[in-house]
């Protein structure tokens, strides 16, 4: 089974921008492993952030964002904010079937 | 409004069998793909299985695709989950989630709470 691959912790300051990403055993994240981004927060189901690359939804905040970076799927906080303090997992297709990265706990400080 | 809903989580022994529920309202249940992922105690998202809308695709993963079967009854708007012959590695919450449309295995939207499942003797 391919391994997905991301940050195991990141620290951002209040209105500061980071950039979290998402890596694959199998080479390079394209459009074709239709990479989500999840956040989670204690205690919560995990909430959907972008699909299929760069897609936000209605309730996805404008300061998230998601692309393709250097060969890895990427999303981009721009002006993060305190509530923004979450674990973040992406999620790739591999014909079908569905892997998880490890997870990035982001810190807000 | 959109409610996803999981039950029959439990405490169950090593080698038992369990069938979990995933119960959905407020929109057309056959036109979207449901997915199942679950998160042992204090780690991170597995992606476990999932079907398409009208049932006719299933989806598993690699570490539990021997030992799990997906269906669905589009009457009763309910997914279900078979797991057999657990283990104590599979002690987790099951969460079901909701797909984009009526094929792929990615859930989305919506998310139920989960449901606890605890493999111990």
């Known amino acids: 089974q391919a391994v997905v691959t991301q940050e195991p912790s990141l620290t951002v300051s209040p209105g500061g921008t980071v950039t979290l990403t998402c890596g694959s055993s199998t080479g390079a994240v394209t459009s074709g492993r239709y990479p989500y981004w999840f956040q989670q927060k204690p205690g919560q189901a995990p909430k959907l952030l972008i699909s299929?690359?760069?897609n936000r939804h209605s309730w996805t905040p404008a300061r998230f964002s998601g692309s393709l970076l250097g060969g890895k799927a990427a999303l981009t906080l721009s002006g993060a904010q305190p509530e923004d303090e979450a674990d973040y997992y992406c999620?790739?297709?591999?014909?079908?079937?569905?892997?998880f990265g490890g997870g990035t706990k982001l810190t807000v400080l | 409004e959109v409610k996803v809903l999981e039950s029959g989580g439990g405490l169950v022994q090593p080698g038992e069998s369990l069938r979990l529920s995933c119960a959905a309202s407020?929109?057309?249940?056959?036109?979207?793909?449901i997915s199942w992922v679950r998160q042992a105690p204090g780690e991170g998202l597995e992606w476990v299985c999932a079907i398409s809308g009208r049932g006719d695709v299933t989806y598993y993963g690699d570490s539990l695709k021997d030992r799990v079967t997906i269906s669905r009854d589009n009457f009763k708007n309910t997914v279900y989950l078979q797991m057999n012959t657990l283990r104590a590695a599979d002690t987790a919450v099951y969460f079901c989630?909701?797909?984009?449309?009526?094929?792929?295995?990615?859930?989305?939207?919506?998310w139920g709470q989960g449901t606890p499942v605890t493999v111990s003797s």
């Open positions: 407020g929109f057309t249940f056959s036109m979207y793909a």
């Open positions: 299929d690359v760069s």
């Open positions: 999620l790739l297709s591999y014909n079908g079937a569905g892997v």
């Open positions: 989630a909701k797909g984009l449309g009526p094929y792929g295995s990615n859930p989305s939207d919506y």
